[in-house]
């Protein structure tokens, strides 16, 4: 069935008590029917419960509508700064705008740089762009003047336009800026045209100030003077009546700063990147906080999406007594569509299980509306799997990219955001992350312990003191990305005597940032090395919001193999590998975990045909792995595909019987009698539910679970 009605709940995570919003688009109107479900297991293709939701009874006097009405609800991407009217911006007639800008693409269609006033009965905007082939154009009530030669792309130039309102003369200049290219000052010169219009005389432009929306590029210093001019630089020296925009100030944050007289603060929407390198960047510092002024230009994309900002169609208080899980809100259509828009129901203050699933969500918000699998990637090959959800991505290109992804304009896409339809994150409809991880759901649902569901987003607001609620905490099978606070919570809790289950692969891989005056946006730089859809640009390796220095946690003096014992080794994604135990597992200290196993070879079997696969961590002394760490088992027999990771190579190479190519399941104890217990594989938990849970990898997982929860200290 097409997919045409999608939604998303904010906050995605919210405790009892507390309200969560669902947020509809429909292609075309509709009454439809409202449900509240517990997602059980949102894996059809799962080898154990498939499919498996539970209808959440609604309260009595209420709780949320048995049908809405749905609407469509446009999403309106590209990035843009918006300079709000004020006495001074209302009262402008003549007029001069200079402007720094790097044009990043063209050929798609007009773009904006900067727009002075809008169109109304009592005057004209002037507004400054580039049209479709590159060229800048200024234009005032329709009178449009065009320069001849269009700005090349991905270098500097300064950009000037004037407007006389009592001759009605309009004149426009473009400057190429000096590069480190003696032959590029061969091929670019400036160029000026002017235009007398007796229809402009008396016309004035006053209103607010847009930069951008659409425009693919960066944009630098613009100033606007009082007065047409011919010389920018001398009347701002003279200090003239003007406005003078510092991008290099609020670095982190969503706001524009003037410099000038009026303080003509403004703010940005959707994101657009900044600690970017701008024109006055030299290359003698790599961290935007040690010269800002280098770092005095935004990156604007016509792609950026990071607030869809639709109208709420439910808010929900979620009733005190329900417990915490994975729900979702589903819709459906009169003619049977099913929409579901999942949250999480946190712990009830103050009464904690003893047991946590910590969903990653940060790599949920990292792949949100991926295409790699329809599409493929350099690491990642095209499974050509269409579901409705991904035809959706394809032909509603507007929901946004991932962070695996690029711009239309080549640049890396290094945010991304939970406040948009986020269509992976539907029950079923891919294959890993958030699909995978209701696995783990099922799991612990059929091991009848109580457990509490807690998110990375949760895990990076509240650090340390959320995990410290828990005497055992488990992960999702791909916990990938990860911020500071995130990483020095983990390890408070394990330095505390915390029990800490790693069961997935390639986790605690990439540093992240979340804003803090946007909560709902992620950051992400890929400095130097690892496996990364792109590169981030020369001097730009440290984040916005927070300044951190990006990359692998690897390369930052953070291991994996520091904390959980293993550390990203390999991937490939074809068929997964069984383990061998090691004769440590059968007369260690660690033998208890292995208890009515009876079989050397384990998980010879899964949903991918193994538990050791796609991404797989080993143990490893020299990056960290505890030496008294017992190596229970190591995979073997993994195919030609299975590949070592790209940052333990100087040179490219492709090595026979690579020893290194595998995971292990390790354990050790922590202080405080506090353990730890890492399965280094993506894989495991698409061999839990085998034969109903009765196989040997759930064997070992029930064994730690319930073995951690018991307070003998190890």
């Known amino acids: 069935m097409t997919k045409t009605i999608v939604g998303y709940c904010d906050p995605f995570s919210v405790p009892p008590g507390q309200q969560v919003e669902l947020k509809v688009s429909a292609a075309e109107p509709a009454s439809c029917l409202l449900d509240v479900v ?35 609800q446009p999403l309106h991407p590209g990035s843009y700064g918006e300079v709000p009217a004020a006495a001074w911006l209302e009262d402008l007639r003549s007029c001069t705008v200079a402007v720094l800008v790097q044009p990043t693409r063209a050929g798609a269609g007009e773009q904006l740089l900067v727009r002075i006033g ?60 000096p590069t480190r290219s003696p032959a590029d000052r061969l091929l670019l010169a400036e160029a000026r045209a002017e235009l007398a219009a007796d229809e402009l005389i008396g016309l004035k432009v006053g209103g607010g100030v847009r930069f951008a929306g659409p425009f693919d590029g960066r ?40 410099r000038g007289p009026h303080q003509l603060h403004g703010r940005l929407f959707q994101t657009p990147m900044r600690a970017v390198t701008g024109s006055r960047w030299d290359g003698t510092t790599q961290r935007w906080s040690d010269a800002p002024g280098q770092y005095a ?107 695996y992804e690029y711009h239309a304009d080549g640049s890396g896409v290094m945010v991304s955001s939970r406040r948009r339809p986020v269509l992976n994150l539907k029950p079923g409809a891919d294959g890993w992350a958030f699909t995978a991880d209701t696995n783990l759901l099922a799991y612990l649902t059929h091991l009848g312990e109580p457990f509490d569901v807690i998110t990375d987003d949760d895990l ?25 606070r995130m990483l020095d919570g983990l390890e408070q809790y394990l330095g505390d005597g915390g029990r800490f289950l790693y069961l997935g692969g390639n986790g605690f891989y990439w540093r992240v940032a979340w804003s803090e005056e946007e909560p709902w946006v992620m950051e992400v730089r890929r400095a130097e090395d690892g496996t990364r859809g792109w590169i981030a640009e020369p001097g730009e390796y440290y984040h916005e919001h927070g300044g951190e220095y990006g990359g692998l946690w ?15 080794a390999a991937q490939g994604f074809d068929r997964a590998a069984p383990y061998r135990r090691t004769p440590e597992s059968f007369e260690g200290r660690a033998a208890w975990i292995f208890d009515g196993v009876d079989e050397e070879v384990i998980g010879d079997f899964g949903v991918g045909g193994g538990a050791s696969g ?37 040179a490219t190479a492709i090595l026979a019987n690579d020893t290194n190519i595998r995971s292990d399941l390790v354990f050790f104890e922590v202080p405080n009698g506090g353990a730890v217990f890492s399965v280094g594989s993506i894989a495991w938990y698409g061999a839990l539910a085998h ?21 003998t200290p190890f």
């Open 38 to 72: 517990r997602i059980i297991c949102g894996d059809p293709s799962s080898k154990g419960p498939g499919f498996t939701e539970e209808l959440v009874p609604r309260p009595d006097g209420g709780g949320w509508p048995s049908s809405i009405a749905v609407r469509h």
């Open 118 to 177: 809008t169109a109304g009965p009592a005057g004209a905007s002037l507004t400054l762009g580039l049209d479709e082939d590159g060229h800048v154009v200024l234009d005032v009530a329709g009178e449009r003047l065009r320069l001849d030669r269009p700005l090349t792309v991905r270098r500097w130039w300064r950009v000037i336009a004037s407007y006389d309102a009592t001759f009605g003369q309009l004149r426009l200049r473009q400057v190429p800026l």
């Open 219 to 258: 944009l630098e210093d613009p100033v606007l003077v009082e007065g047409a001019t011919d010389d920018v630089d001398a009347a701002l020296a003279a200090g003239d009546a003007h406005a003078r925009w510092d991008f290099s100030l609020g670095i982190g944050t969503s706001t524009i700063h003037d």
């Open 297 to 403: 230009a935004i990156h604007f994309h016509r792609d950026d999406l990071t607030d869809a900002g639709w109208r709420t169609d439910v808010a929900l208080t979620v009733p005190e007594d329900l417990p915490s899980g994975v729900y979702a809100f589903r819709v459906t259509s009169p003619d049977g569509e099913i929409e579901r828009s999942p949250f999480v129901v946190g712990p009830k203050p103050g009464a904690p299980a003893r047991l946590a699933l910590l969903l990653p969500t940060a790599t949920y918000w990292a792949y949100a509306n991926h295409r790699m699998t329809i599409d493929g990637a350099e690491f990642f090959p095209s499974r050509n799997r269409l579901r409705p959800e991904f035809d959706y991505i394809r032909s509603h290109p507007e929901v946004g990219l991932s962070m």
């Open 460 to 484: 990076h607001r509240d650090g340390a003191a959320l995990l410290a609620r828990y005497q055992v905490v488990l992960t999702g099978s791909h916990p990938e990305y990860w911020s500071t």
């Open 554 to 568: 690897r390369r930052l003096g953070r291991a994996p193999n520091l904390l959980v014992g293993v550390g990203f």
């Open 614 to 650: 796609q991404e797989i961590d080993r143990y490893d002394p020299r990056l960290g792995s505890p030496p008294h760490a017992a190596v229970l088992a190591t995979s073997f027999g993994h195919s030609a595909e299975m590949l070592r990771t790209k940052e333990e190579f100087l």
């Open 691 to 711: 034969r109903g849970y009765d196989n040997n990898v759930a064997r070992i997982t029930t064994n730690v679970i319930r073995r951690f929860l018991d307070p």
